[in-house]
């Protein structure tokens, strides 16, 4: 099932990356400030132009992908986030992630983001666990994954770096 163009929640409005969002997508992936806990995945505007392509194209291919984060208010993009399609330790899964500005941490959007995430993917993929993969110094995104449910079942070491691997257990 593909995902809907658009899901809202009580404050976020989640849609499709669009053409129109790369200069944000871009802006939030290249900022620094953005990257406080997994410094490994800072990327360059050249590498985040490329990341926005390959996220697109996850929705052409495999009709899921990471979302636009707006607020429902007043429209103003806040993040990137969602779930798609993802490989690890040789098993497909779905991988659930965001990126958010800093001026929207601590309110609760990644949760309520992730929470529609989790009802889309168990709806509608249901034979593909779902995986939060963070920096293992990433203390609110571990939270984020223990306040969901997640259950910590891998930690390793990517590109030099400790990194930890949750997983949503089947219900």
Same mark, same amino acid.
């Given at each position: 099932m593909i ?5 809202r929640?009580e404050?976020?409005v989640?849609?499709r ?7 944000e997508f871009?802006?939030v992936?290249s900022a620094?400030e953005?990257?406080?806990?997994? @410094?490994?995945s800072?990327?360059?505007? !050249?590498q985040a132009?490329?990341?926005f /392509?390959n996220?697109r194209q996850n929705?052409?291919v495999?009709g899921i ?7 429902? %208010?007043t429209?103003? #993009? ?9 490989? !690890?330790e @040789? !098993?497909?899964v ?6 958010l500005?800093p001026s929207?941490w601590?309110h %609760?959007?990644a ?6 995430a989790?009802?889309w993917a ?6 593909r666990?779902v /995986?939060? #993969?963070?920096d ?5 995104s571990?939270r984020v994954?223990?306040?969901?449910g997640f259950?910590l079942?891998? !930690? ?6 400790p990194e930890?691997?949750f997983?949503?257990p089947a219900r």
């Amino acid at each position: 099932m593909i995902q809907p163009d658009e899901i809202r929640t009580e404050r976020l409005v989640l849609s499709r990356l669009e053409p129109t969002d790369a200069d944000e997508f871009i802006a939030v992936h290249s900022a620094p400030e953005a990257y406080p806990h997994d @410094g490994w995945s800072r990327r360059t505007e !050249e590498q985040a132009r490329e990341l926005f /392509v390959n996220f697109r194209q996850n929705w052409a291919v495999d009709g899921i992908g990471y979302w636009t984060i707006r607020l429902a %208010g007043t429209a103003e #993009v806040i993040g990137f986030g969602g779930v798609r399609h993802s490989v !690890e330790e @040789g !098993e497909p899964v779905l991988n659930l992630a965001y990126r958010l500005w800093p001026s929207a941490w601590g309110h %609760g959007y990644a949760p309520e983001m992730a929470g529609a995430a989790l009802s889309w993917a168990q709806r509608n993929r249901p034979d593909r666990p779902v /995986v939060i #993969v963070t920096d293992a110094d990433n203390a609110p995104s571990i939270r984020v994954a223990e306040k969901l449910g997640f259950a910590l079942v891998l !930690e390793r070491h990517r590109d030099g770096r400790p990194e930890v691997l949750f997983r949503l257990p089947a219900r």
